[in-house]
């Protein structure tokens, strides 16, 4: 069936490095959402892509749309403590609209 | 303050007991949604909602039951045939799908199983 892969499970940072998590899925995605999970939190939405090669910007945060509309990232530039977490991608499943499937994830600590 | 309320948030059940997780949304969104976060394994859809009265399996539904009588009430039915209920379940709710596809989902605190 159709999944989203999420990779690397876990990045182990030094406060000022960047970041990135990768999405990819087996077929086409009519959009992509990315949220944040802190420890002990719940997900919390961070944006949605719908567009075939967009990317779009939150403060240190970029993300990315691929143009086949199958991958996505979450890149982090200079990464702070405040930025430790999971984030999850995640993806309607084609033919089942309202389905929203997620990503196992990749979780993020810094070290200071 | 409008929110999506799960409650309880710690809760312990005998084996071969039902529960009932309850979850309340005043945000009036038409779409709700169950999933199950273990270790490791992402969020995995449980059952969702479009509307009043209709309600779809996810990936894991075996289980599990749920109603949607009301449009701010999503209340998820553990049931005694789910083989390993113990995990951390969010409820989610969301407006209703926009130019075809699921939008913003907001997640209330979760509600922690614990059966022994």
């Known amino acids: 069936g159709q999944q989203v892969m999420q990779i690397p499970q876990y990045q182990h940072v030094q406060e000022g490095e960047d970041f990135t998590t990768y999405c990819n899925s087996s077929?086409?995605?009519?959009?992509i959402q990315w949220y944040k999970q802190r420890p002990g939190g719940h997900p919390v939405f961070l944006i949605q892509?719908?567009?075939?090669?967009e990317v779009k910007k939150q403060k240190r945060l970029t993300f990315q749309f691929g143009e086949a509309k199958k991958n996505s990232s979450l890149h982090i530039t200079a990464t702070q403590t405040t930025d430790v977490g999971t984030y999850f991608c995640?993806?309607?499943?084609?033919?089942?609209?309202?389905?929203?499937?997620f990503g196992k994830g990749t979780k993020l600590s810094v070290k200071p | 303050d409008g929110g999506i309320t799960q409650s309880p948030k710690y809760l312990f059940r005998k084996e071969g007991q039902n529960v009932t997780l309850s979850c309340e949304q005043n945000?009036?969104?038409?779409?709700m949604y169950w999933y199950r976060q273990d270790p490791g394994q992402g969020l995995r859809l449980i059952y969702y909602?479009?509307?009043?009265?209709?309600?779809q399996k996810g990936d894991i539904a075996e289980g599990y039951s749920v109603s949607r009588e009301k449009k701010e009430s999503f209340p998820l039915t553990v049931t005694s045939a789910q083989k390993n209920p113990t995990a951390f379940y969010l409820c989610?709710?969301?407006?209703?799908?926009?130019?075809?596809?699921?939008?913003?989902?907001?997640f209330g605190q979760g509600t922690r199983l614990t059966v022994v």
């Open positions: 077929t086409t995605l009519s959009n």
């Open positions: 909602s479009q509307i009043v009265n209709d309600f």
């Open positions: 989610a709710s969301s407006k209703a799908l926009s130019e075809g596809w699921s939008t913003e989902a907001f």
């Open positions: 892509l719908v567009k075939s090669g």
């Open positions: 945000l009036n969104h038409d779409a």
């Open positions: 995640a993806g309607d499943k084609r033919g089942s609209q309202g389905n929203l499937i």
